[in-house]
């Protein structure tokens, strides 16, 4: 049973990190710019701060469900978070990467402080881990939790991991160059933005 809790929290969290958002994007373009070692130190703080955010968010599904605007909310970091990612990134598109004495410590806490600031995997906790829960595919203690937190945190790390790997693949097989992939990113960046802007626009204006 533990093993399987385990597991799938790998699965699940593994999942959850393989559509393009703010945090396998910032792994790609660290890759690009930085190389595969900072990635995979922001990686592994990342994968930490993931275990205590599940967590949390599995421990208080039941309050979390009961915000009324807690997805309004979370649209709104969204957009500002994309938003600045974005326009940091566009401003320097064109700047090529400069070898720092501390890249290993930014690298860290720039994993530390987007795993905290990570609101999208909110409400997918709060589905994936209800349909987990009711469906008796995992249990509600403590140590459960624990299991299924680690789980989550490795399915984290691994997803990550493949994206900064293909990152450095796509790269030297393309001959793509830095000022090519940030503007990608950027642009993504903006994209996502206004999604959840237009998502807003959609709920409050619009259908009503």
């Given at each position: 049973m533990i093993f399987l809790t385990?597991?799938?929290?790998?699965?699940?969290?593994?999942?959850g990190y393989i559509p393009p958002g703010n945090i396998n994007l910032s792994?790609?373009?660290?890759?690009i710019n930085k190389g595969l070692?900072?990635?995979?130190?922001?990686?592994?703080?990342?994968?930490?701060?993931?275990?205590?955010?599940?967590?949390?968010?599995?421990?208080?599904?039941?309050?979390?469900?009961?915000q009324v605007n807690l997805n309004t909310a979370i649209d709104w970091v969204m957009v500002a978070l994309f938003g600045t990612m974005g326009v940091l990134t566009w401003m320097h598109r064109k700047k090529a990467p400069k070898p720092k004495k501390n890249e290993s410590r930014d690298s860290i806490t720039y994993?530390?402080?987007?795993?905290?600031?990570?609101?999208?995997?909110?409400?997918?906790?709060?589905?994936?881990?209800?349909?987990?829960?009711?469906?008796?595919?995992?249990?509600?203690?403590?140590?459960?939790?624990?299991?299924?937190?680690?789980?989550?945190?490795?399915?984290?790390?691994?997803?990550?991991?493949?994206?900064?790997?293909?990152a450095r693949y796509v790269k030297d097989k393309l001959y793509l160059?830095?000022?090519?992939?940030?503007?990608?990113?950027?642009?993504?960046?903006?994209?996502?933005?206004a999604y959840h802007i237009v998502k807003q626009l959609y709920l409050h204006v619009f259908k009503h």
């Open positions: 385990f597991f799938i929290g790998v699965i699940a969290n593994f999942i792994v790609v373009q660290l890759t070692k900072q990635s995979l130190q922001f990686i592994i703080a990342f994968s930490c701060v993931e275990f205590f955010f599940t967590y949390f968010i599995m421990s208080a599904a039941d309050w979390l469900a009961q994993g530390i402080l987007l795993g905290f600031l990570n609101p999208v995997q909110i409400p997918f906790w709060m589905i994936t881990g209800t349909y987990l829960i009711t469906h008796q595919w995992i249990e509600t203690g403590r140590l459960a939790l624990s299991i299924f937190s680690m789980g989550s945190a490795a399915g984290a790390f691994l997803c990550l991991f493949i994206y900064a790997k293909s160059s830095n000022k090519a992939i940030n503007t990608g990113i950027a642009v993504l960046f903006f994209a996502f933005a």
